[in-house]
């Protein structure tokens, strides 16, 4: 199983910029794809970014040339630059990972996960 645990959100003025963190632990053989996506109140979830394990990244269009998502696989982290926030990226960002897990039979087995989510709130 993996956990995901987020930090890093708050309260930013519009320009202002946030990282978040996302640490992934528990018992997997890997990880593979992370990311971020985020739901405003009465909206979908949606894509913000995701990052390959070997480095290959996909933003949303809303999210290009503002926010860089990074990782790093020795600490199975992945991070989230934000920078020229918007009120309109105020939401909350839910951290997402593929894990790899062996069950008992033996057969590595690819999971999706989430994180608990964190808020950012970006006020004009």
């Known amino acids: 199983q993996v956990q995901l645990v987020e930090s890093g959100g708050g309260l930013v003025q519009a320009g202002g910029s946030l990282r978040l963190s996302c640490a992934a632990s528990g018992s997997f053989s890997s990880i593979g794809r992370m990311g971020w996506f985020r739901q405003a109140p009465g909206k979908q979830r949606e894509l913000v970014a995701l990052?390959?394990?070997?480095?290959?990244?996909n933003y949303a269009d809303s999210t290009k040339g503002r926010f860089t998502i990074s990782r790093d696989n020795a600490k199975n982290t992945v991070y989230l630059q934000m920078n020229s926030l918007k009120p309109e990226d105020t939401a909350t960002y839910y951290c997402n990972a593929v894990g790899t897990v062996v069950g008992g039979s033996g057969v590595p087995l690819d999971y999706n996960y989430w994180g608990q989510g964190t808020q950012v709130t970006v006020s004009s």
């Open positions: 990052i390959t394990s070997g480095g290959v990244t």
